[in-house]
């Protein structure tokens, strides 16, 4: 008898109906035999609406009160789901994070997950009773409750998934897989069979917002086998994240991704000595500004050079403000920046092995008139910053380059 947990997000328990589908669903892996933990997220828009609540009665709020708001979302769900499910005959109970309990540190609106204990779990799952846990929270050692971040849910699930050392992790959701890139600018986009944990990893950090960063990092932690697949249709679908080793056709390029949340901030002309890096992200790393892509030039002089780097749009003013005030330790000329811009990046483990993967992405976006202003790379990506105009007309050129167009 095998272990499995499976996880549905906020659309799939969108309404009562949605809540039944999801009820045959896990009826039909009780009846295969499985032993089965379900983790749920809040009804689609229910956490927006409680963080809009939130934030319109206080901008200030205490975040301590902000996670017993959101986590609220998920009890509505795990409570309807265990009912639903009695009804059609199978045994179940809900579970709130604090009973079972998952423990995470205090960092209220964005914990971490620190253990999960299974003893009262696997007492209830022995007995053949399904466990439905409210996902997206726990408890921290102050004895409140935490939320993990938006998107959290995933993360609840893996990290369950690990705790009761489950067979797999099942995440139903909207879409029935990961794709070669965003269908929605991409017809002919593919879903993929198998994606390995640390392309997934890229891709999910890069703006394929399939499953929450955090959860991937988890799953390939502990190796445990997620599968992403389809809540609403009859053949669920499905792709398979799984260790590189067991992928045996390794693509040079297995995903384009893009995000449009940049924004790319310039220096002139500062001193080209030890320490203004440190002068430059130090104050940005005080203000809580996550810097992404980064370029310096050698300065021709030896004294003055121009630096470049990117940051979340979201988080442009406070990154300019951050950088302004502490401008007399730094001392540039000027302060540019940009946020028309947006970043295109291929992914695929085979890079590691194929030589000339970057250079064909070059290529192919000159060929577009499309000019590069900053390049990143990894191990297994390549990231360009382009103008944000050009997007999709980048992402179907390379999708089309690197063959991974549908026939
Ligand atoms: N309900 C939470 C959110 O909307 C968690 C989740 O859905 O994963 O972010
Ligand atoms: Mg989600």
Redesign the pocket.
Known sequence: MAKIVMKF??TSVGDVNRIRNVARIVKSEVDNGHQVAVVV??MAG???KLVGWTKELSPLHDAREYDTIVAA??QITAGLLAVALSAIGVSARSWLGWQIPIRTSNMHGSARILGVETKLLNERLAQGQVAVIA??QGIADDNRVTTLG?????TSAVAIAAALHAERCDIYTDVDGVYTTDPRVVSKAQRLDRVSFEEMLELASLGAKVL?TRSVELAMLHRVPVRVLSAFDEDPGGTLLCDEDDIVEKNPVTGIAYSRDEAKITLLRVPDQPGVAAAIFGPLADAGVNVDMIVQNVSEDGRKTDLTFTVNRSELDRALSAIQNASPHIGYKDLIHDANVAKVSIIGIGMRTHAGIAQTMFRTLSEKGINIQVISTSEIKVSVLIAEEYVELAVRALHSVYGLDAK
């Open positions: 997000g906020g997220s809040a229910e956490t927006n979302g998920e996902g997206f938006r998107g959290g849910s995933d929450q």
